[in-house]
């Protein structure tokens, strides 16, 4: 790993990623395995003028004995000094920053049962936080930097330290660091391309969507009325533009809660809650998920979807080229941050309100009746794309239009 290119890399989170302002507070989660990030990153954040930076730090090691060994009762409730401290520090506009670096099995074995109370629980308790992330109330910002036990899984049967360096090269490329270049301004330009992408999805006025591939997806998707296709950056409330997860490569809306009907396919593994859930296939009748499968973790993935009532159905659809960087790397990165922008995907779970015009202003009731999936506590991506994913559009003035043609977009 090139010092130079981590100093840009933090340079870049917090500049472009949650875009710090003056005397703004910044909370960064952060693995113990990527300390030397974390500190550039409150370095960075310092330099653009933080008021003070919050450290989260974690660990897969301790991470692990607590869901196997903490007492019971832990699983039922969010520590209330942990909800307090993130419901000030939102009252203060904190930017917040997640390092996503975990060995994807580290919860392999973990009973399922408190697995599914704590994703209740937090849900719950943590609420107030996340409707603000989802929002755009607050700046957020996903990233990510290797460790060993990820790096293996990525890169198996190859030497522990050069698993590492492939890994950091994979991530600086998808992040658009070079030794000499200005990842700044490749950034300006990436977000307005895809943007532009973005903005003719939106333009279409797509009533409905068909996806097909030889996997034997066969789905309709059914769109709200005024649907608003995002990418690149969002702006938050206070007019500053940040960029949720870096990468990012995806052009994505949220679909008409009841309106999704057929088989779909997913097209790579899913890591949820430190499990693997491989070959997953899901029957969707007026929006709901009405069957789950999975050739394996098929109980943590209906876990997940059974959670709530809005996690039966999708709150996301997103549009990722076959023949995209990520994508064409033909890394498997068993970490949704990367593998989701690699492939076009869906999630289940809340939708973002940004999605519908005038969104962001609407209540959960409101952004409902407009046809949102607005309410639940999670929010998972899983990958649908494929070589030969077909997808087919119909306006609402009645227009037939090919979105994608193998794999690719084909507007
Ligand atoms: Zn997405
Ligand atoms: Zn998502």
Redesign the pocket.
Known sequence: MNEKMLWQYARLVIGVGINVQKGQPVMVNCPVECAEFGRLLAKAAFEAGAKDVYMNWRDDFISREHWLHADDSVFDAAPVWDVLMRNELAKEGVGCISVSATDPENLKGVDPDRLRRWGAAAGRDYKDFSKKMMANVLPWCVVSVPIPSWAKKVFPGVPAEEAMEKLWDAIFKTVRITEDGDAVEAWRGHCANIEGKAKAMTGFDFEELHYENSLGTDLYVKMPENNVWLAGGDICRTGVKFVANMPTE?V?SAPLKTGVNGVLYASKPLVLHGNIVDGIKLTFKDGRIVDIHADTNEETLRTEVELDEGSHYLG?I?LVPYDSPISNSGILFFNTLFD?NASC?F?FGEAYPSCVKGGEELSSEELLEKGLNAESSTHV?FMVGTSDLTITGRTRDGRTVKVFENGNFAI
């Open positions: 995806e994505f996301e997103a989701e995907h999630a991506d």
